[in-house]
């Protein structure tokens, strides 16, 4: 492909506590998944995030999850269908507000973490996501993992789908991530991310962890925002991409 979206999580941050480097990640990225306060940020740091995403000229998502702080999102809830379209839609309007507030706009969703790996397979949670995200209006794009049940659940609803890949994640032979609770689920290595990013953006391939080449037609590119490294892991990434002909823009 001529041209991929570079996306990474932001917004990430609460209170006192810092997580990641947003402005220095904002240099390498399209797009921004904005944290909406339910698996991480605070009211203050999303409206900061949205307006460094507005004025470095990066497209603002929604990162919706969870109602996990403690767990940062990463742990499943076992939540009724529409607990979680009202909880998702909440989050929608409220980063909504503080973009338009910033000069922007939410221009697509997210799910982050557990939620997003839940809706691979697990049919009613992505029914309340695409629910979700419809009733919001305005036809957002879901970013969403190849093969996921939300996917085709999005498209059948009349929204977009986009597939995207993770650089600095490990990939099991059947598509899916490795999970973080097991050793090498996070890649540090620049060169062999890097090198496996150029590949998915000419050739449409991925390297599993066993080796094994996995055919993927992603549209857009995750760097964790809370990854060590990741800002050197972006801008690496962004490098070897424009090297290799490949443009970085925004999906929308």
């Not at 919001?136 to 190849?146: A, D, E, N, T």
Request: hydrophobic fraction near 45%.
């Amino acid at each position: 492909m001529s041209f991929i979206d570079l996306n990474s999580d932001v917004g990430e941050s609460f209170g006192n506590w810092i997580m990641g480097d947003d402005e220095a990640i904002f240099r390498s990225v399209s797009s921004a998944n904005v944290a909406c306060g339910f698996h991480a940020g605070d009211p203050s740091t999303l409206a900061r995030t949205c307006r460094d995403a507005v004025a470095s000229g990066v497209t603002i998502g929604a990162h919706v999850g969870y109602r996990d702080l403690s767990g940062f999102g990463r742990r499943f809830l076992d939540c009724s269908p529409t607990e979680l379209a009202d909880d998702v839609l909440y989050q929608l309007g409220g980063l909504d507000a503080l973009a338009r507030a910033a000069g922007g706009t939410i221009r697509y969703v997210k799910p982050h973490g557990a939620l997003y790996n839940a809706i691979f397979s697990h049919e009613p949670h992505a029914r309340a996501v695409v629910d979700a995200v419809r009733a919001f209006g305005g036809g957002l794009p879901l970013l969403l993992l190849p093969g996921s049940v939300a996917l085709t659940m999005a498209e059948a609803a009349g929204l977009r789908g986009v597939s995207e890949a993770f650089a600095d994640r490990a990939y099991n032979p059947d598509g899916t991530l490795v999970s973080r609770r097991e050793a090498g689920a996070v890649l540090h290595d620049h060169e062999q991310v890097t090198a496996n990013m150029v590949r998915l953006a000419t050739e449409g391939k991925i390297v599993a962890r066993d080796g094994s080449v996995i055919a993927t037609d992603a549209e857009s590119i995750c760097v964790h925002g809370d990854t060590a490294g990741a800002v050197e892991m972006a801008a690496a990434v962004r490098a070897g991409l424009e090297g290799a002909g490949v443009e970085i823009k925004s999906f929308v």
